[in-house]
Each structure stands twice: as structure tokens, then as C-alpha cells.
């Protein structure tokens, strides 16, 4: 089935500072959206808003044209790897897998490394390993979106790779929102891309846009 996320009408200020104001962000299954802007332009902010885990002054965030209330929202419409831990450290990984109902070992089948972690601690796994496992339960978690919030940092350039083609697999059933500061990557993904700067979003049509608005240099 068809779902379409939207998010508009957000306004956030911090103290006199504009951060997000002229937002039109679409999401819609089976495609890839991504979001690039230079550092501090407001990117997880966005995103956290979108979960609904920052409160702005306003906003609208909409599944199939039904407003998302944060207080109601489920794991079946959303899912959101935020950039800081958040599984908690005493879950062995059976638990976490278990929770997120996702088979352990088609983890071990792409990573086969953790094969002899199962009954391991989440907080007894490295930096690296504890964001891979982050990253494989929410870009499979059973849910309409997810929304990735760097979800290439901290990982191997192996890593990277196949989590790009899990993502690209996954697609078939939801969609994507995500950003990092790997832009290549997000831009070999995503189906469509806008690009945040001077707290509005612009999509972009083609990459000299990209270069235009100051983001890269081609
Ligand atoms: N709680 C807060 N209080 C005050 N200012 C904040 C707060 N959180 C974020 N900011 C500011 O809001 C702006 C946007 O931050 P945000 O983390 O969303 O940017 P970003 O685009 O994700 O940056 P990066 O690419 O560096 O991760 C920054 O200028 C940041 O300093």
C-alpha cells in the first residue's frame, strides 16, 4: 500500500535566531528522500520536529493527508534513528531484535562478525558496532517511514556499502527520509533531494544546484 508523509508550516526559533521556516518536505513509499545543507543549517532539528520529538513553534506533519499527533504516533507509521544512541546499554541484542521483530540472523547473514554476539549486551558492543545495529533494526523495522539522521557515520566504508543496498532493498516496502554528511552517498540513494540553507528547503533538480546555493563545489 501507498503512503505519503508530509511536512510543512514549521516555524523553530532558538532564542532570536530563525532556524526553520519556509518547509515543504515529501515522502512518499518506495522512494528515498534526502536532505543536505552544511552544518547547522537545521537538518536533525527537522527531523526530530518530523518524529515529533522537538516542539517548534508550529508545524503540520502529515501521514496520507491525516495529521501526526506525537503523542499517538506508533512504530507502524514512523520509525527515527536519531545521531545518539538510543537503545538502552543492558538489552542483550536477542532482546533488541526480538522487540523490533526482525530475525537476528538475517543481521549475521549481512554482518556476519556478530554472529557470536546474540546474548551480548548492546552496551558491551564498540562505537561502530553499536550504530550498525541501530541502523539494521530501523531501516527494517516493519513501520510506513523511517527517518535516518546520519546513518552512515561511525561505520566502516564496507559497512556504508551495504547498508546503502539495504536501504535500496528495503525501499520496496516504505519510505526513506534521511540525511548525512557522506553527500555522495545520499545522493546515489535518494530518489529526490532537497537541499536546506537559510532555514528554508529548496528541492533540487539537478546538481549544479547543489553548487549554486553554496553546498558543494563540483
Ligand atoms: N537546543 C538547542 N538550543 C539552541 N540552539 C540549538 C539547539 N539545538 C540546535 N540548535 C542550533 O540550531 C541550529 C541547527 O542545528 P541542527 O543540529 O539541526 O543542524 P544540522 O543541520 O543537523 O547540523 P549538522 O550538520 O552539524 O549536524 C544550529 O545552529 C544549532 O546550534
Known amino acids: 500500500m501507498m503512503h505519503i508523509l508530509e511536512a510543512d508550516g514549521i516555524l523553530l526559533d532558538f532564542g532570536a535566531k530563525r532556524i526553520l521556516s519556509n518547509i515543504y518536505i515529501k515522502c512518499e513509499t518506495n522512494t528515498i528522500t534526502g536532505i543536505l545543507g552544511r ?51 543492558n538489552l542483550t541484542l536477542d532482546r533488541v531484535f526480538n522487540d523490533f521483530l526482525i530475525d537476528f540472523y538475517s543481521f549475521v547473514d549481512v554482518f556476519s562478525e556478530f554472529k557470536n554476539l546474540r546474548k551480548s549486551t548492546f552496551g ?19 513501520s510506513q517511514f523511517s527517518i535516518l539522521d546520519e546513518p552512515f557515520s561511525h561505520l566502516t566504508p564496507i559497512q556504508i556499502e551495504k547498508i546503502m543496498e539495504l536501504i535500496q532493498y528495503e525501499k520496496s516496502n516504505k519510505g526513506f527520509i534521511i540525511t548525512d554528511h557522506l553527500y555522495q552517498n545520499v545522493l546515489d540513494i535518494s530518489d529526490a533531494i532537497y537541499l536546506l540553507n537559510n532555514s528554508r528547503t529548496m ?14 563545489r563540483l
Open 39 to 89: 552544518n547547522g543549517q537545521g537538518k536533525s532539528c527537522l527531523l526530530n520536529i518530523i518524529y515529533g520529538n522537538l516542539k517548534p513553534l508550529s508545524k503540520s506533519v502529515r501521514i496520507d493527508k491525516i495529521t501526526l499527533n506525537s503523542a499517538f504516533r506508533n512504530n507502524e507509521q514512523l520509525t527515527f534513528l536519531p545521531q545518539f544512541n538510543f537503545i538502552p546499554a
Open 124 to 142: 558491551h558492543l564498540s562505537g561502530g558496532q553499536r550504530r550498525l545495529v541501530e541502523v539494521f533494526v530501523i531501516l527494517k523495522a516493519k
Open 203 to 216: 528541492l533540487i533538480n539537478e546538481l549544479d544546484d547543489l553548487e549554486r546555493f553554496g553546498y558543494v
